[in-house]
């Protein structure tokens, strides 16, 4: 069974960091793209960020460009987030899952995701 899971979020003044973390299980994702995506209340699950397979490639929504870094380890199953330089509209929950192109909101074995919550 496919599992998702986020861990790493918290509370956090604007301007400090926080590292996510995605577990995966039960099936490889080695040579699948993995995405980041984030929803916060009221709004719609939005990309955050997605990485190839083997990490080379990695591509950033504009409003996290330049402060956030999406890394993994195919060796660990793992997905990470390194969230800097933190804004009050960065809170949301994180999630994250396969990147499957323009296609991505049709993943449906979502994890339960982890809450960031930013103070001004």
């Known amino acids: 069974q496919v599992q998702l899971t986020e861990s790493g979020g918290g509370l956090v003044q604007a301007g400090g960091s926080l590292r996510l973390s995605c577990a995966t299980s039960g099936r490889s994702f080695s040579s699948t793209a993995m995405g980041w995506f984030r929803q916060a209340p009221g709004k719609e699950r939005e990309f955050v960020a997605r990485?190839?397979?083997?990490?080379?490639?990695?591509s950033y929504a504009d409003s996290v460009k330049g402060r956030f870094t999406i890394s993994r380890d195919n060796a660990k199953n793992t997905v990470d987030l390194q969230m800097n330089s933190l804004k009050p509209e960065d809170t949301a929950v994180y999630y994250c899952?396969?990147?499957?192109?323009?296609?991505?909101?049709?993943?449906?074995?979502w994890g339960q995701g982890t809450q960031v919550t930013v103070s001004s």
């Open positions: 990485i190839n397979w083997s990490g080379g490639i990695t």
């Open positions: 899952a396969p990147y499957l192109g323009a296609a991505w909101r049709t993943w449906n074995h």
